[in-house]
């Protein structure tokens, strides 16, 4: 496969050229080695060291900012709360040591995003380190291990006046963002494939949003990630150059960009080349990463104590009481589901990816059936949320009323093609199933003898598919079947109509 | 110790200081003299002292989460050099002139 390799020149212009069609062989003869920095937002109410809203989109610019978080002079930082303990509760979940002492740093640099020239973060002594999140990738176990968990704040945004960036004179800054709780979770290399660091922010998100503390937004920018990307000769020790990647707003662009950075890197050393320690942003409409010539001194950033906060001392008793208040987690809770309703793992792991889901999933199977409620789960409903773009838990039937119609369904109160429309209908709205169907009469027509007269008629009226059937065609008995529905308003039990055929026929 | 002019350089662009040659010489010399200072310190034993970065002896200092009032915008932007629809205006920023 051909693919695009790009070469930025000494004017800075970037020009593309085709590799040597040999990428996947050259592919094959190297490892990739992955480590993951990723960047979440916390979900508290205020910023991360004032009492300015945390919540900042949508919000006309710089109507979200103090002293504080301006940076202007003289004013001082107090830590939020909550966001060190949304942090020592991700830290929990990843496994991490919590050290009994913390403290932050300043590190600083210059950029207009960044009122205070320098951005308030935790070098050398931060809240957690040595975790480990734990996940399959094609069926293979993988650990990969956690660095760090550490509390910064986050930066302002930058806006480009002017259409093309390259000919914007000036830049808009809105500092609605500056100051907002960032947690940063920094991963081992310990991945390596795109697939697996995919796969990695898949559970790394999905844990995040079922402890509550970051929406996982990815496109927003609430959930972001960088890769560290280097090759090295299969089954050697060594670490190649290392290539940062930024700029990747997706899974898909993660996957992409980090299987179009190891094609680059393989095309490269097979061609007898050598590879840049760099920074690469992923450009999504080019399909392919291009070098950000960052320079050296930018990554100088002369940290020391921030001298406005205090440290704090966590003691194993502040960890222990937030460690209790850790809500199950995916994977312990799909083995659960798994064990305790008969699931598959394919259907536990479907039913557990988000915690409202799962909480669905378990409310309705102590009411009905388990496979049930799993069937239709799955299927109606979760077709229908992705058609009405509303989860269920948010939608009018909500939980409680999707309950209520399976239970009907379960009783043969319905058939499932009353259940169906009436989920359709009462999915948004809301409203009483069982009232609805009282109030129209869409109760199941169990009356065998009433049902009897219909079946004689459109036996008598479709005599030709009656002598089918009579013949041995089994196929005729569907449209038989099919007639007596529709003279039953859809309201007859279909495994009911298919005997009474059947003993009449015979 | 002796700081190179390179040094020099390097530091007056992390601080974001356009410098001449006769300043950056004058400048130069000046940071020699505390660095000379600091180096001076360091010859003191600390080995029985612990390493701090805070005298007050404070911890855990920290505040609810509760969100307060943010400023009026006109008010943000009151200081500012150039403002444009609500916006701080700033010399154009190419995103990959700087690492952020």
Redesign the interface.
């Known amino acids: 496969m051909a693919h695009l390799a790009i070469a930025v020149g000494g004017d800075g212009r970037v020009s593309a050229q085709t590799a040597e069609p040999q990428t996947n062989s050259a592919v094959s003869a190297y490892e990739a080695v992955i480590g993951l920095e990723v960047h979440a937002q916390l979900l508290?109410?205020?910023k991360m060291f004032c009492?300015?809203?945390?919540e900042y989109i949508g919000k006309?610019?710089?109507?979200?900012?103090?002293?504080v978080c301006?940076g202007?002079p003289g004013v001082l930082p107090?830590?939020?709360?909550?966001?060190?303990e949304y942090t020592v509760l991700t830290a929990l979940a990843l496994n991490c040591e919590i050290p009994e002492f913390t403290?932050f740093d300043r590190k600083?640099?210059?950029?207009?995003?960044?009122p205070k020239g320098y951005q308030i973060s935790q070098y050398d002594m931060p809240l957690s380190r040595n975790g480990w999140l734990e996940f399959e990738v094609e069926g293979a176990p993988v650990r990969c291990g956690i660095t760090r968990v550490h509390l910064e704040e986050d930066?302002g945004t930058?806006?480009?006046?002017g259409d093309v960036?390259?000919s914007?004179?000036?830049?808009?800054?809105?500092?609605n963002r500056a100051g907002v709780p960032l947690m940063e979770i920094v991963g081992e290399p310990d991945l390596r494939s795109a697939e697996a660091a995919r796969e990695y922010l898949v559970r790394l998100r999905q844990i995040l949003m079922y402890i509550g503390v970051n929406d996982g937004n990815l496109e927003q920018g609430s959930f972001r990630c960088d890769a560290n990307v280097s090759l090295r000769v299969r089954g050697s020790d060594a670490l190649g150059t290392k290539v940062e990647i930024k700029n990747m707003n997706s899974f898909r662009a993660v996957h992409r960009a980090l299987q179009y950075e190891i094609e680059r890197q393989a095309a490269v050393l097979a061609g007898g080349g050598t590879l840049v320690q760099e920074?690469r942003?992923w450009v999504e409409a080019r399909g392919a990463t291009v070098s950000?010539?960052?320079?050296e001194?930018?990554?100088?950033y002369?940290y020391?104590?921030?001298?406005d906060?205090?440290?704090?001392?966590?003691d194993s008793a502040y960890t222990e009481r937030v460690r209790r208040t850790m809500p199950e987690l995916p994977a312990a809770r799909a083995q659960r589901l798994q064990e305790k309703f008969g699931l598959s793992a394919y259907d536990a792991a479907v039913l557990t990816a988000a915690r409202e889901d799962a909480d669905a999933y378990e409310a309705l199977a102590s009411q009905v059936p388990a496979k049930l409620a799993a069937n239709w789960l799955m299927g109606d409903v979760a077709a229908l949320a992705n058609e009405r773009r509303v989860a269920l838990h948010r939608s009018g039937l909500g939980v409680d009323g999707l309950a209520a119609l399976l239970r009907l369904l379960d009783a043969g109160t319905i058939n499932g093609p009353t259940a169906k429309a009436l989920l359709e209908e009462l999915y948004e709205s809301g409203g009483d199933p069982a009232a609805v169907v009282q109030e129209r009469g869409l109760g199941q027509l169990d009356d065998e003898a009433a049902l009897l007269a219909i079946v004689d008629e459109v036996i008598a009226a479709n005599a030709a598919a009656a002598a089918d059937f009579r013949a041995g065609k089994e196929a005729a008995l569907g449209r038989l079947v099919g007639q007596v529905m529709k003279a039953t308003g859809g309201k007859a039990q279909p495994q009911l109509v298919n005997r009474l055929l059947r003993e009449r026929l015979a | 110790m002796t700081l190179s002019a390179a040094d020099v350089a390097?530091v007056a662009?992390?601080a974001?200081l356009g410098l001449d040659g006769a300043e950056r010489e004058r400048i130069g010399s000046q940071l020699e003299v505390i660095l000379e200072h600091i180096a001076r310190l360091q010859q003191v034993d600390t080995s029985s002292v612990s390493e701090t970065?805070?005298v007050?002896e404070?911890?855990?200092?920290?505040?609810?989460?509760?969100?307060?009032?943010?400023?009026?915008?006109a008010v943000?932007?009151g200081?500012a050099a150039?403002s444009?629809?609500?916006?701080?205006?700033?010399?154009?920023?190419?995103?990959?002139e700087?690492?952020?």
């Open positions: 508290t109410r205020s009492a300015c809203s945390a006309p610019a710089n109507s979200n900012t103090c002293p301006l202007l107090v830590i939020n709360r909550q966001a060190v403290k600083n640099y210059f950029y207009p995003d960044l930066t930058l806006h480009h006046a960036l390259q914007a004179r000036s830049s808009l800054v809105d500092l920074t942003g950000q010539r960052s320079k001194y930018a990554h100088d002369r020391f104590p921030e001298p906060l205090p440290p704090l001392a966590l | 390097h662009v992390l974001r970065a805070q007050g404070l911890v855990n200092v920290m505040r609810d989460d509760v969100d307060g009032e943010s400023l009026p915008s943000a932007l200081g150039a444009d629809g609500g916006y701080f205006v700033v010399g154009a920023i190419q995103d990959n700087l690492d952020g």
